[in-house]
């Protein structure tokens, strides 16, 4: 007898959408350092791959960033959440309470963003959905009434990630290069 699982393959019993993951969000420890670096380190390569416009990590970087995150885990103003599965740490958040005008304008509190990364393995289950989720949540509840963080321009799942949890473009940012192809090389 030929089952059916060996004719029309799991994907017959079992959809995507039917298997959820048991996410816990959680404060960052000092247990998750090493996995941090990891998602940091991939976060890295992964701008890197979008566009080598964007800076290199420099060595050690990524140890460093995640001994910050550790060092900062009770720093009222920051926030920075790890997702498990499994026991496993497979993304994280980090986010700032920040005045998005310091000194010149009327004084906004705000929610800033600052790095969010999940494991390609673990994408499209609801893992960064839920880590945003409870960033508001967290955000909410310090007083703030608007987040904001950046993208990059050629991530193109990224934008429409930020766009399904609410985000919308304020300011577009750029940069000329200074290298021959800008207006200081043009001859008038």
């Not at 920075?80 to 906004?108: K, M, R, S, T």
Request: charged share 25%; proline share 5%; no cysteine.
């Amino acid at each position: 007898m030929i089952l059916p699982s060996l004719v029309l393959g799991w994907e017959f019993f079992f959809s995507y959408s039917e298997i959820a993951l048991e996410i816990v969000i959680r404060p960052v420890e000092p247990k998750d350092e090493s996995a941090i670096a990891r998602l940091w380190q991939a976060l890295s390569a992964y701008h890197e791959s979008l566009d080598a416009r964007l800076p290199p990590a420099v060595p050690g970087a990524a140890e460093r960033y995640a001994a910050r995150l550790v060092e900062r885990r009770d720093d009222p103003f920051t926030r920075a959440l790890v997702a498990e599965v499994n026991g496993q740490v497979v993304g994280y958040i980090l986010g700032a309470v920040i005045d998005l005008h310091p000194d010149l304008f009327q004084h906004v509190d705000a929610g800033f963003i600052a790095d969010i990364y999940v494991d390609p393995a673990f994408r499209r289950q609801g893992v960064a959905r839920q880590l945003v989720r409870t960033m508001y949540r967290w955000f909410s509840k310090q007083g703030v009434q608007q987040v904001e963080w950046q993208v990059a321009a050629t991530n193109a799942e990224g934008i429409r990630f930020w766009e399904a949890v609410g985000g919308e473009p304020i300011m577009v940012r750029m940069r000329a290069s200074l290298d021959g192809k800008s207006l200081l090389s043009n001859k008038d």
